[in-house]
């Protein structure tokens, strides 16, 4: 159950987003989409087509969308999607030697699944942590001062952990920031 | 008395979470203090920054510990409760303690200080007081003036007088106004508004509300940066919370007066921080930027009239209604005034957010705040204005920060990125960078932007790559000079900043790239020779056995001797023994 393209795509998932009021608007498509891809991880051709049929806004304008905004992918990732900052103060401080340690380590390029199912990398333009550079953000925790070293180790911890919690169901989610007080 | 610990991106980033979860479970029942997270200080080389703060007699004193690791989290508590412990470890050092001495922080009066995520502390520090005042007992354009008076000017980047626009969007004709705020900050090296945003979310919802009042608009939005999972979380629970106290919503202050804010999350475009194409992308568009006239303030949002400002102009706001615009403009040169955010990184001793007056020079910030270069190696450059901007070299350090005599040395004002280099930073390969980042961020529309700096990418790549060809440095310079003037948007317009800049200022670099097939700052892989000194090597083989390419050879026991033609410039073998040397 790696990484789910197996499975059957529910577009019923979705409606209750879609049914809400004042959403079903051209304004919001952007924000239909980021929905659809935090529920199914990625934006499936037939969600894209169930979106259209819809809203009644034309599968070529979505289309459009999607591929303008790099946030939107039309391919599975894997279960920890790893965003490795390619930022000025990132690259000026050797963000291009922790990429290689990453493919090292995945034993796969960009975008793609590592052949476990746990990681799919993407570079991005800056996470806002300059200050740490280099720096790679996986789920919503940042990882600062990063060597090639430290970033193996962080994806071989994370690897080992999840492996270890397969059996044991409905563990919360770690690493999970927000509710401060 | 009370603990706080700095949790803002950055603090978390370097393990404050686990400290704070320490510090909060080790609380006891006695104990007479809390445990507060509070957003960014400033000082994120320090991080995790916890502060103790005693109340001795009608003052209140801080100690602050810095780097602190969760073990070290029981001994703080120790401390607080008076308690002999190892604290003193930890405690920050006086000359970091100074850092924020040299600065002027207005945007960031809060940052740092108080809980963001409570707008009583917001208010106790007199939040929305400013807000309070304008709709009580100020007409819109009161508010106005006052901002004129101050001089603000915007903090996005291009420095438009903010009254002006206010002004504008007020006068266009029709009922349904727009107030919206950039978040997007999409320069790759800045995080002045994601720390700004985190740190005090209620002095950017304040100032949006400002400048509702002033143009008479209903609705406000933020588009903010998806790559902020946390200021997006805060700013949700600041506009609950203002939204509960009334500050929100129809007849404000039992006035005439009805506004609400939304937060939208960009999808990630870095041509989505341009006015005219973040209000696209509002609208569920690709987010195109268009031809100005008309500008936003006459037709933006649903071609309604809009303000668009950046987060930072929006904090600056309610410290200018409240102290005064002439305050502010006591503040800065002659045209440039007030204090400025920067985001401080690269290879700085002291990295950070720091906000100091403007007219202070380059060095002030380098040397004086951030504590000069890391490893102390040479200065060489300092980045400012991203993707738009340019590099200044050390040799112009003493120019004063100043929209104009920024704009002279070739950079911008900018946003605040600065990003500061040493000597094995190559300038080329930074020309390349931006142009690489510019190229992917195109949005496409025009051609200039689009076919231009692309064909000026293939010629740095070849450049980096050993292949550069002798007038290739005049080829860039008048592609860049035609791409200024035909593309459509600014992003187009000021992307070749870069490359001309590091032309100007680091020509040498070019012509060592073209010329002599070197790269001096030891960066630029294909042009680099690795040698293995035989005097040195002990002929123990690793170095043979590790070389993917097979281009090392030697017998065991004698010295190595690497085939050039063979070498594919890895660098395995200088990592891995100090008897290859790199040239
Ligand atoms: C390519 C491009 C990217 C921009 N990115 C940003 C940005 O990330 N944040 C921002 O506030 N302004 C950005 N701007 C400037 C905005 O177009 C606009 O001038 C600014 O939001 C106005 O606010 P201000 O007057 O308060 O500075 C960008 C401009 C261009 C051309
Ligand atoms: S450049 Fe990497 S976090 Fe900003």
């Not at chain 2, 810095?66 to 308690?83: C, D, G, H, M």
């Not at chain 2, 990295?351 to 007056?357: F, H, I, K, T, Y």
């Amino acid at each position: 159950m790696a990484c789910g393209c197996a499975e059957r795509i529910d577009e019923e998932l979705l409606e209750p987003f879609l049914s809400q009021e004042g959403i079903n608007a051209k304004g919001n498509l952007i924000a239909i989409l980021q929905k659809a891809q935090d529920i199914y991880g990625y934006l499936p051709a037939e969600i894209l087509a169930y979106i259209a049929r819809r809203t009644g806004i034309k599968p070529a304008k979505i289309m459009s969308v999607v591929t303008f905004y790099t946030q939107f992918r039309l391919k599975p990732v894997g279960k920890n999607l790893i965003l490795l900052c390619q930022g000025t103060a990132c690259h000026v401080n050797g963000s291009t030697v922790i990429e290689g340690a990453i493919q090292d380590t995945l034993g796969v390029g960009e975008g793609d699944i590592s052949p476990d199912g746990l990681f799919t990398y993407n570079n991005v333009a800056c996470i806002g942590c300059c200050s740490l550079a280099p720096v790679m953000m996986i789920g919503e925790k940042a990882y600062g001062g990063l060597t090639k070293a430290k970033a193996a180790q962080i994806l071989k911890g994370i690897g080992q952990e999840q492996e270890g919690r397969e059996g044991q169901e409905g563990q919360g989610q770690a690493g999970r920031e927000g509710a401060a007080v | 008395m009370r603990i706080t610990v700095g949790k803002g991106s950055c603090g978390i980033a370097a393990g404050a979470s686990e400290v704070f979860d320490r510090l909060e479970g080790g609380l006891l029942a006695s104990d007479s203090f809390s445990v507060t997270a509070t957003g960014c200080i400033g000082t994120c080389y320090l991080e995790p920054i916890v502060n103790v703060e005693a109340d001795v007699e009608a003052d209140t004193k801080v100690h602050t510990f810095v780097r602190v690791t969760p073990a070290a989290a029981a001994e703080i508590l120790k401390f607080a409760r008076n308690l002999p412990s190892d604290a003193g470890k930890y405690a920050i050092a006086p000359e970091d303690l100074d850092v924020l001495g040299g600065q002027q922080r207005i945007a960031l009066r809060n940052c740092g200080v108080i809980n963001p995520e409570s707008i009583d502390e917001y208010m106790a520090r007199q939040g929305y007081e400013a807000y309070q005042t304008c709709v009580q007992a100020r007409t819109p354009e009161e508010v106005i003036e006052e901002i004129k008076i101050s001089g603000l000017s915007g903090r996005g980047g291009a420095g438009f007088p903010t009254w002006f626009k206010w002004n504008a969007a007020r006068g266009a004709p029709g009922e349904e106004k727009y107030i919206i705020c950039n978040a997007d900050e999409g320069d790759p090296g800045a995080f002045m508004d994601r720390a700004l945003i985190e740190g005090d979310p209620h002095a950017v919802l304040e100032g949006m509300m400002i400048a509702a009042y002033a143009i008479g608009a209903r609705e406000g939005m933020i588009y903010v940066r998806a790559e902020y999972p946390l200021a997006i979380i805060r700013l949700g629970k600041a506009l609950e919370q203002a939204r509960e106290k009334g500050l929100l919503g129809e007849g404000i202050m039992g006035r005439d007066f009805s506004f609400d804010i939304r937060i939208k999350a960009g999808a990630g475009a870095f041509v989505c921080g341009e006015e005219t194409a973040l209000i696209a992308s509002l609208e569920g568009e690709r987010g195109m930027p268009r031809i100005r006239p008309p500008f936003p303030a006459q037709s933006g949002y649903r071609r309604k009239p809009s303000n668009i400002n950046n987060v930072e102009t929006y904090a600056n706001i309610p410290w200018i209604i409240r102290s005064g615009g002439a305050a502010f403009a006591a503040m800065g040169t002659e045209n440039s005034k007030g204090a400025k955010v920067f985001a401080l990184a690269g290879k700085i001793a002291k990295g950070g957010l720091v906000e100091v007056a403007m007219g202070k020079t380059i060095n002030d910030v380098v040397y004086g705040v951030g504590g000069g270069i890391t490893g102390g190696k040479a200065f060489k450059a300092v980045q400012m204005g991203g993707p738009s901007g340019g590099c200044i070299p050390a040799s112009l350090g003493d120019t004063m920060i100043d929209y104009r005599t920024l704009a002279a040395t070739g950079a911008i004002m900018g946003s605040g990125g600065m990003v500061v280099m040493d000597e094995s930073t190559c300038m080329v390969d930074i020309a390349r960078f931006f142009l690489d980042f510019t190229c992917k961020e195109s949005c496409g529309k025009c051609t200039h932007c689009r076919v231009g700096n692309r064909r000026m990418l293939e010629i740095l790549d070849r450049i980096c790559d050993g292949h550069g060809q002798e007038g290739d440095v005049d080829l860039l310079y008048n592609l860049a000079v035609q791409i200024k003037d035909g593309s459509l948007c600014a992003l187009g317009q000021t992307a070749p900043n870069p490359v001309l800049t590091t032309i100007r200022y680091f020509r040498h670099e070019y012509e060592d790239h073209i010329l002599h097939k070197k790269c001096t700052a030891h960066h630029c892989k294909q042009l680099l020779t690795y040698t293995i000194d035989d005097k040195q090597c002990i002929g123990c083989t690793m170095c043979a056995l590790e070389c993917a390419a097979n281009a090392i050879e030697g017998r065991f026991r004698q010295a190595h001797a690497i085939d050039q033609e063979k070498c594919d410039k890895c660098g395995v073998c200088a990592e891995m023994c100090h008897a290859v040397s790199v040239e």
